[in-house]
């Protein structure tokens, strides 16, 4: 999903980059929005914890307004970088829904938002004046502003996890902010067209993985970059396409992974839900219908290819053969988040997470425990990540099972009050991993804000 970025180099030979950056920007018309105090922030929340406000205060600070750059590079407006200092110097696609969503709390980053938003319609203009027709409308999984891999249009060559819709439906339903609706569903809509041309190849309602640059690992950072049921993924022609336009510099490659994941064809159906919604609010019809169509029948394929009753998940498949790879990761678990399994495959997953497949002493670990590859510390091979955290809670409460869902929200908190915010942890020992205050980690104080708690109660602040 991300590939590590170094900008120190960048620095030492543009120092006055940022401070221009600032100074452009004003002068077209774009505010930069001063951070608000500790004080202020502190007033923004309710809790019978002083420490959970403190956590909250830190996490606002350090994993959301710290994110905010001005326009540089690509970037032609404000945006949000993923991680901090050195790393993940650039705007990814799933680390950013979860920081605009509490962005939104603050009324002040409505433009900053749409900002951030903008970004990734940009790139679809820039995208789409370069490539074929087929290749329309992608949004890369990061924009890069500095180009310091490959140029903008070489690298990333590939999509992330797609919920942009997920996202700005949160935003919306923060800060009513139609205007972002205006700007963003056509587009959003031809994003979502190109993931299931582009991914669904064979046309069976499922996702795949792939990438425009032949480069299998490439094609695994479209979703949870080290994901088990994706060790033994191949690159392959189109299966169907020929007589394509050539490529700017060559023919076609093997670009389309021969692996479906339920995680990615999980997340694509929330954001389309979130689609069909908004569209409605907006009184388009018509694309609310054209999204239906799509959420109808990728739920059918879902159920009827990926569900499997003895681990009780959702299991990767193959793309043409539709045989199961078994071995179940966090992304097994993403349909529920989409509402796609039936009542008794509920209840089947809620008995599967509480078994000692998922439950280590920190859940939910990103491969099933009993698998040969599980290490309690390893990249999506054993560790435990914030945001899936959040995301299964969100869809065991929405199911009906709030005490799973409590359980999972309570030890992610208890954990992050004890060993602080970070990129991912330890699933036996809860020992932070890689990068501290990691944007997308502000998921932590989400699980409170939402009600996802028992023990841990935190809201924000209603104002007169």
């Not at 003895?310 to 790879?325: C, P, Q």
């Not at 097994?332 to 809620?350: C, F, G, H």
């Amino acid at each position: 999903m991300r590939t590590q970025l170094n900008r120190r180099q960048f620095l030492q030979t543009t120092m006055g980059v940022s401070l221009g950056a600032v100074l452009a920007s004003r002068a077209i018309g774009i505010a930069v929005a001063a951070d608000r105090t500790r004080e202020e922030l502190e007033r923004l929340f309710e809790s019978d914890n002083p420490t959970l406000v403190r956590l909250a205060v830190d996490v606002m600070r350090n994993c959301v307004l710290a994110k905010i750059k001005p326009p540089e590079g690509t970037a032609k407006r404000r945006w949000l970088q993923a991680g901090t200092g050195d790393a993940f110097y650039g705007q990814w696609i799933w680390d950013t829904m979860f920081v605009v969503d509490l962005l939104a709390i603050l009324p002040e980053h409505k433009e900053t938002i749409r900002d951030v938003f903008q970004n990734y319609w940009d790139f679809q203009e820039r995208w789409n004046a370069r490539f074929p027709a087929y290749a329309h409308n992608m949004v890369s999984c990061m924009i890069e502003p500095r180009g310091n891999v490959k140029p903008w249009y070489e690298y990333p060559a590939y999509s992330q996890i797609p919920i942009l819709g997920w996202g700005i439906e949160r935003v919306y339903q923060r800060n009513g902010d139609k205007e972002l609706l205006r700007q963003s569903l056509v587009p959003l809509e031809k994003f979502h067209e190109w993931y299931w041309r582009e991914r669904d190849v064979t046309d069976s309602g499922l996702i795949a993985v792939g990438t425009y640059s032949d480069n299998v690992q490439e094609a695994r950072n479209e979703t949870y970059d080290n994901e088990c049921c994706l060790d033994d993924l191949m690159l392959t022609l189109h299966p169907k396409r020929q007589d394509v336009p050539p490529w700017p510099w060559g023919g076609e490659g093997r670009w389309y992974g021969n692996i479906c994941v339920p995680g990615n064809t999980g997340y694509l159906l929330l954001a389309e839900r979130s689609l069909a919604r908004l569209a409605t609010i907006l009184g388009d019809k018509a694309m609310a219908k054209r999204r239906k169509k799509r959420i109808d029948k990728a739920i059918a394929a879902v159920r009827r290819h990926m569900w499997d009753k003895e681990s009780g998940t959702f299991l990767a498949v193959n793309r043409d053969t539709f045989e199961k790879i078994r071995v179940a990761t966090i992304g097994s678990w993403m349909p529920l988040v989409a509402e796609v399994p039936t009542p008794n495959m509920v209840k089947r997953m809620a008995e599967a997470i509480q078994t000692d497949h998922w439950q280590t002493p920190l859940p939910i670990p990103t491969v099933d425990r009993h698998d040969k590859r599980w290490v309690s510390n390893s990249y999506w091979r054993g560790d435990v990540w914030p945001v899936p955290n959040y995301q299964v809670a969100c869809g065991f409460a929405a199911a009906g099972h709030r005490a799973i869902a409590v359980e999972i929200a309570d030890k992610t908190v208890a954990n992050a009050i004890t060993n602080g915010i970070n990129e991912h942890y330890d699933s036996v020992t809860g020992k932070p991993l890689g990068v501290g205050n990691l944007g997308m980690s502000c998921s932590i104080i989400t699980l409170m804000l939402d009600g996802l708690t028992s023990k841990y109660h935190l809201k924000v602040r209603k104002t007169a």
